[in-house]
């Protein structure tokens, strides 16, 4: 079995070149434990960024959701108001339908130049009822 030693000299051809290579390691390993504390900080302050944010943030959007929710709910009475209000428009219109073509059709059924001249004989059959009134006035 080969010792330590002999294995060390086996690789590199001197102990310089052995030494040389240590060095880049160490400097290497140096390089990535900065790196990782590096990044473990930044880690750390976007945690700590983002519990604040939720911790600001999630009170002020409870709130506005709540009034949100509860203009939802009056929008909500107001819209079945008027429903309400449209169906007994609708029933109105309906049911006055009915009464104004009644009423069209009584109009259409008068006869307008029989009354006038109904009219016009009544005004001739009181004109002299009227002159004889007139007398008394005086």
Same mark, same amino acid.
């Given at each position: 079995m080969e010792t330590e030693e002999t294995m060390d000299t086996r690789n590199y051809k001197t102990e310089s070149d052995r +030494?040389?290579?240590l060095g880049e390691l160490l400097a290497q390993q140096k390089k990535l434990v900065f @790196? =990782?504390? $590096?990044?473990?900080?930044?880690?750390?302050?976007l945690?700590? =960024?983002v519990v604040?944010? $939720?911790? $600001?943030?999630?009170p002020r959007a409870r709130a506005e959701l709540t009034h949100i929710e509860s203009s939802?709910?009056?929008v909500d009475a107001l819209v079945a108001d008027a429903e309400v209000l449209?169906?007994?428009a609708n029933t109105m219109v309906t049911d006055n339908t009915e009464a104004v073509t009644e009423t069209? @059709?009584?109009?259409?059924?008068? +006869?307008?130049d029989g009354l006038n +001249?109904?009219?016009g004989n009544l005004n001739d059959a009181i004109a002299p009822l009227a002159s004889f009134a007139g007398l008394f006035q005086r």
């Open positions: +030494d040389a290579v @790196q =990782a504390r $590096l990044s473990g900080a930044v880690n750390l302050v945690g700590i =960024a604040l944010c $939720l911790v $600001l943030l999630l939802l709910t009056a449209i169906e007994n069209v @059709q009584k109009l259409n059924e008068v +006869d307008f +001249d109904a009219i």
